[in-house]
């Protein structure tokens, strides 16, 4: 039995032993209200209890083994990204030293070089001796200096270039990893619109009322957001299931309440982000425009777009 079967099978059984005691909420099945029942009906309430609760151990216990797997997983994942780094810090040492024997390498060859020229011009004319002298040395300082300046540029760029791919993969990996949880929190969510606000409301049992009329039994957390107005219109609920899969089934059932009576003006929509709602917003806003300009077509909103074709004409039969 899965987590949806288990939480579904388990509210059937609340409402049933609830009717039985002739209790309206929870709360208020006490003692003397199980008093109310005979021995058999009792025994019956008892063992299916008993086996509910054995089912939610042993969902327990799969749910623990699991959380143990994840977590294993997270720190072989840690572990992977402990390697990496220090991967990259042996990779910048090794660049240093490549770095640094080039340098020394290129001056030894630039001055043996220099000096064998020094060589060769002072066997020639000792008349110049000193001006080659003088000549080769500002040459050898010139070079000296320019391999080594490139050089260090040479690596400061690497190391840096090596740092920034480094940052941007890391800030990269952290946005798309908490955008997805983000996006998967959202899944599990509905928004619904339209139900009527009390004081001291039970506001689980508005719901429930709502999801009976959609002919669906889903086990939800529910809670009202945004700021307490007037009065005059109530707040949206936030409905949190345990899986998206049930979220998307509500939604799909939701088109059910146009034709009720009772909850006709209680609408059931995604959980969207600020930027979806925005958007949302202003496909509204051009529905509503274009029913204005072409009245005798009909307008609507489909996959995020706005949708107009040819109203069907009326026959008379």
């Not at 270039?161 to 940052?167: G, H, K, T």
């Not at 979220?247 to 209680?266: E, T």
């Amino acid at each position: 039995m899965d987590t949806e079967d288990l939480l579904s099978k388990s509210s059937s059984w609340l409402g049933k032993a609830m009717k039985e005691l002739n209790c309206s909420t929870p709360n208020n099945v006490t003692a003397p209200c199980c008093r109310r029942l005979n021995k058999e009906e009792l025994v019956v309430l008892l063992s299916e209890a008993f086996h509910f609760v054995r089912f939610q151990n042993d969902r327990l216990r799969q749910t623990r083994s699991e959380l143990c797997t994840t977590q294993a997983e997270l720190v072989k994942s840690q572990k992977h990204v402990i390697v990496q780094q220090h991967e990259l810090i042996v990779s910048k040492d090794k660049l240093l030293e490549s770095v640094q024997s080039v340098v020394t390498n290129t001056v030894s060859e630039i001055v043996q070089a220099e000096i064998k020229t020094y060589s060769e011009v002072a066997r020639t004319t000792n008349e110049s001796v000193q001006t080659s002298k003088d000549t080769l040395l500002a040459s050898v300082q010139n070079v000296l200096t320019e391999t080594v300046q490139s050089g260090i540029k040479s690596y400061s760029e690497a190391v840096r270039s090596s740092d920034d791919a480094n940052q941007i993969s890391q800030d990269t990996l952290k946005y798309v990893v908490k955008a997805a949880v983000q996006e998967e929190d959202r899944g599990k969510n509905v928004m619904m619109f339209g139900v009527p606000e009390g004081e001291s409301e039970d506001l689980s049992l508005k719901v429930q009322e709502v999801f009976s009329e959609l002919g669906v039994k889903p086990s939800a957390d529910v809670c009202r957001v945004g700021k307490t107005g007037n009065g005059a219109r109530p707040r949206p609920v936030k409905v949190t299931f345990s899986c998206a899969t049930t979220a998307r089934h509500v939604l799909v059932q939701a088109r059910k309440l146009r034709d009720s009576a009772r909850f006709q003006n209680v609408f059931i929509r995604a959980d969207r982000t600020l930027e979806e709602r925005a958007a949302h917003k202003l496909l509204i806003e051009e529905v509503k425009r274009k029913r204005e300009e072409e009245p005798g077509k009909k307008h609507y909103i489909k996959g995020g777009t706005v949708v107009t074709e040819e109203k069907l004409a009326d026959t008379d039969t």
